[in-house]
Nanobody, 124 residues
Framework: QVQLAESGGGLVQAGGSLRLSCAAS????????MGWFRQAPGKAREFVGA????????AYADSVKGRFTISRDNARNTVYLQMNSLKPEDTAVYYC?????????????????WGQGTQVTVSS
């Protein structure tokens, strides 16, 4: 019943920006921490960032810190990932995830719900 729907992916040149959105339904959004993960072909799914239920605390992978920003709008049941200064190595399918808890954990195993993903391709 819980559904997470990512959008905003696409093709962008290196150095460009994209903003991903994740719209949640069937989930008590303002009581749930949210995360973003990504997976490139042939590689394991990796943590990108997470945000606690109120938006007051965030966590980022070292590889994206300073370039990506997670935010949320609880009134719209939506979490965002603003991606700036994109690099070819950022190319991956990006997944939105939610958990039945408040803390922005970094492990995929901590998340209960997953979207279908949105493709981000960064060309050099």
């Amino acid at each position: 019943q819980v559904q997470l729907a990512e959008s905003g992916g696409g093709l962008v040149q290196a150095g460009g920006s994209l903003r991903l959105s994740c719209a949640a339904s069937g989930l008590t959004f303002d009581r749930s921490a949210m995360g973003w993960f990504r997976q490139a072909p042939g590689k394991a799914r990796e943590f990108v960032g997470a945000i606690n239920r109120s938006g007051s605390s965030t966590a980022y992978a070292d590889s994206v810190k300073g370039r990506f920003t997670i935010s949320r709008d609880n009134a719209r049941n939506t979490v965002y990932l603003q991606m700036n200064s994109l690099k070819p190595e950022d190319t991956a399918v990006y997944y939105c995830a939610g958990r039945s808890g408040a803390l922005p954990y970094t492990g995929a195993h901590s998340y209960d719900y997953w979207g279908q993903g949105t493709q981000v391709t960064v060309s050099s």
